[in-house]
């Protein structure tokens, strides 16, 4: 039998009498059930409006007018259950036709709405399931050992780690034990009496537990318990737990089970000290009472030796579940628990203290919270690792090594355009920016389209579509391209730039301009600063090392020097832009809201140190979440998100260079729309980056190869910044001649058109 998902967050679901058809039928698209349920102001059911319903309206009524209260097309005679009904119950009353159920309480107001349960299950906000983050539950206990100030203290741990849960046990001794929980009862086995022992003397009252609740709560937290007897279920079903833990021991306890899942809630059962045969026929009696649940494999030793934990059951438990599976761990470390969520636990659960040296069993199988902090970090470095599968494509870091690292196809002599290319007029040299050296076979034979010096680089244009070609370009905004200073002479020529950004190395730094630029040009300049000084030096202006942001500051002090020179070399009325990267990144993780504000003083601290002259303006370029610099991938903080952004041009009078693809990976990353970010930025923009992005490392795309509406954008530009310049800033667009960048500015031409 299929579970039932008892949803009590039912907003979705409901209108009200006084609504119209067509809010009604907004809010059936929004909530992809096909029905929406009328209720009075009080909530008291009135009926309901199916897609049939309408359909049958529509054909019934003399005028359609969308605009009628609901209730003129609402069917009145609705299907329902009381509050309570059972699963099974319920689960005889959805059919394919009625797939969601209201549940009423005495008065005839709807409390909950019940439907077949998905792939998965939902406790509180979060989802578990295959396609889900892992589940980590902080595994709290009695390790307050009865102090409700040592509680919270875990609770708080528990969040700064990183938990999604934290729970806590519940019993009620005098029901749950034969002896009503006398650990003075000399008939006891030590074991017992031991026991015993602990719990009477470190149970939080209920009170203190429901104070924890709230506490954890509070903190973003799931708070969950589990009931250990059907009178603690009770009271915890009361105060409104959202799910249930089910423990090893009432694995077996088909009776409480059941009154579990007739509360209609998720529950999570852990499977330790069970039989496969005994864990067969709890998962039958979850699936005939409709339940919905996730399995934790486990072993209910402390410590459980490793030989024990025997991971590779997780797969066989999957197959014999038919549910989310997950892993409860009692071993020592964090290794196992990471292994696990490599094996796709959906749930993670591993005890948290404060003191492993405190008086009780689980303390010495617990985690401390910078433990457990590692454990989290290492889940979910994980998860991002294991990707989707499928076929296998080359990512943004590697592309960007094999350009360096790899080799290429070459010109071994002069070749004339349209000479047939044979083997002896190629070899195989890095860097690896043209035709990998297998495509040689595929190149032999072709008549080149264009001219080869010897050493120039084989390209794909060489042997299927021609490169695009310079031309003259109309746009309303003044545009270039990024060039080194070897490429000015050549693109001015073939084309009508009005500027070109120069993209400095740490090398270019030491260049004598008089012999790079003999003469003065005629377009306009922007200058791009180095990323990477030298020294493997890291431009960063918001270190908290002093020393390394006074290197930073120095060095981008030489580079204002230099572009106050160039300035000189072009038409530059005005000051010149600088665009550069300011720092901020770390190595782990995204920093929050708090840990990012020292960053942003320093950052202004450093920007004060730097000496202008009134003729270069310091435009920081828009960030994407995940950067790639020399070294590898990093964890961008500053530049990223709309609300930093916009504060700090506010406060400061700056202005932004505007990276779209950079700025559309941070809004797929954040979930915000990319439309609602350019109306935001753009009027704080001075200079654009324009390449294409996709998902959230995409970065540096040719136009119309990604996800950016560049019809839209040219038309926020109109509205926002009409007078910012722009470069297309393709990957390697400055390859073969520029056949990148010469080919964004016909595709931009056309959308800006």
Not at 68 to 87: F, I, K, L
């Amino acid at each position: 039998m299929k579970a039932i998902q008892i949803e009590r967050n039912f907003t979705q679901f409901v209108v009200f009498a006084e609504d119209t058809i067509l809010s009604a039928l907004s809010k059936i698209t929004a909530n992809q059930s096909r029905l929406i349920f009328v209720v009075s102001e009080s909530g008291i059911l009135q009926g309901v409006l199916t897609d049939g319903d309408f359909r049958r309206w529509v054909a019934e009524c003399g005028e359609i007018d969308l605009n009628r209260p609901v209730t003129a097309a609402m069917n009145p005679n609705c299907r329902h259950a009381a509050e309570g009904t059972a699963p099974a119950d319920l689960a005889s009353l959805l059919t394919s036709r009625i797939i969601a159920l209201p549940l009423l309480d005495s008065h005839g107001r709807i409390v909950a709405v019940a439907r077949r349960a998905t792939d998965g299950l939902q406790i509180g906000s979060h989802r578990i399931g295959d396609d889900a983050p892992c589940f980590l539950i902080a595994e709290i206990g009695n390790n307050h050992n009865g102090d409700l100030n040592t509680a919270l203290q875990l609770i708080d741990a528990a969040h700064a780690a990183g938990a999604d849960c934290a729970k806590f046990q519940m019993r009620d001794m005098s029901k749950l034990y034969s002896n009503a929980g006398d650990s003075n009862d000399m008939a006891s086995d030590l074991g017992t009496q031991y026991t015993l022992d602990l719990l009477e003397r470190f149970q939080l009252s209920d009170d203190d537990l429901f104070r924890c609740f709230d506490h954890a709560a509070s903190k973003g937290l799931v708070p969950l318990c589990t009931p250990w007897d059907e009178t603690s279920l009770d009271k915890l079903n009361r105060w409104g737990m959202e799910g249930f833990k089910v423990a090893s021991a009432d694995f077996t306890n088909h009776t409480l089970i059941s009154q579990l899942a007739a509360t209609g809630k998720p529950l999570i059962c852990s499977t330790g000290m069970a039989s496969e045969l005994e864990i067969r026929s709890g998962i039958r009696h979850l699936q005939q009472v409709g339940a919905n649940y996730v399995l934790l494999h486990c072993n209910s030793t402390y410590p459980t030796p490793f030989k024990d934990v025997n991971l590779r059951y997780l797969e066989r438990l999957r197959d014999l579940a038919e549910a989310p599976v997950g892993y409860s761990g009692h071993e020592r470390g964090i290794e196992v628990p990471i292994a696990a969520a490599a094996l796709g636990a959906s749930v993670i659960e591993k005890h948290i203290t404060l003191d492993r040296g405190m008086e009780g069993n689980d303390h010495k199988v617990s985690l401390l919270p910078e433990e457990f902090a590692q454990m989290m970090q290492g889940i979910r470095r994980v998860e991002e690792s294991m990707g989707q599968g499928g076929e296998r494509s080359i990512s943004q870091g590697e592309m960007m090594n094999r350009e360096v690292l790899a080799k290429s196809l070459v010109a071994a002599c002069d070749v004339p355009a349209g000479t047939e290319i044979t083997e002896a007029m190629v070899r195989i040299q890095s860097p690896g920016q043209g035709l990998q050296p297998n495509r040689l076979n595929d190149l032999i034979g072709r008549r080149l389209p264009v001219a080869k010096s010897q050493g120039d680089v084989f390209f794909p244009s060489d042997r299927e579509t021609p490169a695009a070609t310079p031309r003259k370009y109309r746009f309303d905004q003044p545009f270039g391209l990024p060039v080194r200073y070897h490429d000015i002479a050549v693109f001015s020529q073939v084309s009508n730039l009005d500027l070109v950004e120069i993209h400095l190395s740490y090398k270019d730094l030491e260049v004598n301009l008089d012999e790079v630029l003999p003469e003065r040009q005629g377009m306009g300049l922007v200058v791009h600063a180095p990323e990477l000084f030298a020294g493997d030096h890291t431009l960063d202006l918001c270190t908290g090392d002093a020393s390394y942001r006074q290197h930073s500051i120095a060095e981008l002090q030489r580079v204002i020097d230099i572009s106050q020179d160039l300035r000189n070399r072009f038409a530059c009325p005005d000051p010149v832009l600088l665009v550069t990267n300011v720092g901020g990144f770390s190595e782990h993780r995204h920093l929050d809201r708090q840990e990012r504000q020292p960053l942003r003083e320093r950052l202004i601290e450093s920007l004060k140190q730097l000496n202008t002259g009134g003729e270069v303006e310091i435009i920081p370029q828009t960030m994407p979440p995940f950067p790639w610099h020399f070294g590898g991938q990093r964890y961008h903080n500053l530049f990223v998100d709309t609300e930093f952004i916009r504060s700090f041009c506010e406060e400061q009078g700056m202005r932004v260079c505007l990276d779209v693809s950079h700025s559309k990976l941070a809004c797929n990353h954040l979930h915000q729309p990319f439309r609602q970010f350019l109306d935001q930025i753009l009027p704080f923009t001075a200079h654009l980056h324009l390449a294409d992005a996709k998902d959230i490392d995409g970065e540096g795309l040719q136009i119309d190869d990604g996800e950016i509406d560049w019809v839209q954008l040219f038309q926020q530009i109109n509205q926002h910044c009409p007078k910012a310049s722009f470069i297309p800033e393709i990957w390697q667009g400055h390859k073969n001649g520029g056949e990148g960048a010469w080919l964004a500015l016909e595709r931009l031409e056309a959308a800006a058109a």
